[in-house]
């Protein structure tokens, strides 16, 4: 009888987890710390389900085999569409080619950014954590030779943003919270498009405590639909955070997971000094009219985010 209650309570320590964080993953409410932090890891969490559900099996208990499938289905039905392609919507118009790069606090390689920037050849570069002595550097090496047009919030520290542009800018009013900038400019695409970007940068979660900053900055962020827009940058948050499923709702697409590359973690970036899980909280929002043609996360030294790029179509 011993055994049975032993082998009963292992099962259930195994599975239970699981099972929380998948109610809680439906449930459209998201409590605070530690939840805020601790959700972006929801793809392990999947994984994490199916040992349980093994362990359960293993140890022929029917009831806790049943609750950790369910919290399998559950995780697995948010997790496994970033790995499948998507379709697109008919968008015929020209090219928009976006990259996103956090400079964490202005340090990351100036030559390595503008090989990518010569090789990628964006029509749209957003920078965060964009320092004045950043800015400084990338116009030495020759960033508007590039890009020639700019909106630029430089700050000493983590909160400065910009956008810089192959076409002309008009200047938007930049979200300020918390210390974290997010600049927005309007594109005016030579195609006679005007597209609204923004460079996304909100504070990041704590590692305890409310995280009043980090939701508010995402909630600043234009909601879609009216004008096209495209939001990119470091978002602090995954597809699985409950402000990132609104935003996307209100008119966006995130184009790794349209183009079946979702699970591709942009933080930390190997040899960086933090030593948790990668995760996907680099991202690049398109108004859901614009097609998605191309995605890819890449590499760039002394900083431990990694770009993000995608090539867009406007209708």
Avoid at 44 to 72: E, H, I, M, T
Avoid at 163 to 190: E, K, M, N
Avoid at 198 to 211: M, N, T
Avoid at 268 to 273: C, L, M
Wanted: aromatic letters at 8%; proline letters at 7%; charged letters at 20%.
């Amino acid at each position: 009888m011993a055994i049975q209650v032993v082998r009963t309570w292992m099962s259930w320590i195994a599975v239970t987890p699981f099972v929380l964080w998948a109610a809680v993953r439906v449930s459209g409410f998201e409590p605070d710390w530690p939840w805020v932090p601790v959700v972006a890891y929801t793809p392990y969490a999947a994984g994490a389900a199916a040992l349980g559900g093994l362990l359960a099996l293993a140890l022929r208990r029917p009831v806790a085999v049943g609750a950790a499938f369910w919290a399998l289905v559950v995780l697995g039905a948010a997790v496994l569409p970033r790995a499948l392609s998507d379709g697109n919507p008919a968008a015929g118009g020209p090219a928009l080619r976006v990259l996103a790069a956090n400079l964490l606090v202005g340090r990351a390689d100036t030559a390595e950014l503008m090989g990518l920037v010569r090789r990628l050849r964006p029509d749209v570069l957003t920078l965060q954590e964009f320092t004045p002595g950043a800015m400084r550097r990338l116009e030495e090496a020759g960033v508007r030779e590039a890009l020639p047009y700019a909106v630029t919030r430089a700050r000493e520290g983590v909160g400065g943003s910009a956008v810089y542009a192959r076409h002309p800018l008009t200047a938007g009013r930049a979200i300020s919270l918390g210390g974290f900038g997010q600049a927005r400019a309007w594109l005016w695409h030579p195609g006679g498009t005007r597209v609204e970007i923004v460079s996304v940068h909100p504070c990041a979660p704590k590692r305890y405590g409310r995280q009043p900053c980090w939701e508010d900055g995402l909630d600043a962020l234009p909601r879609g639909g009216g004008a096209l827009r495209v939001l990119a940058g470091d978002f602090n948050a995954t597809l699985d955070h409950l402000p990132m499923r609104e935003l996307l709702a209100s008119g966006y697409r995130d184009a790794a997971d349209v183009m079946g590359r979702g699970l591709t973690a942009t933080w930390p970036q190997e040899g960086s000094r933090q030593r948790l899980p990668g995760v996907a909280i680099d991202h690049v929002l398109a108004d859901g009219r614009m097609a998605v043609r191309d995605f890819a996360v890449l590499s760039l030294g002394r900083t431990d985010h990694r770009p993000v790029f995608a090539e867009l179509a406007l209708p």
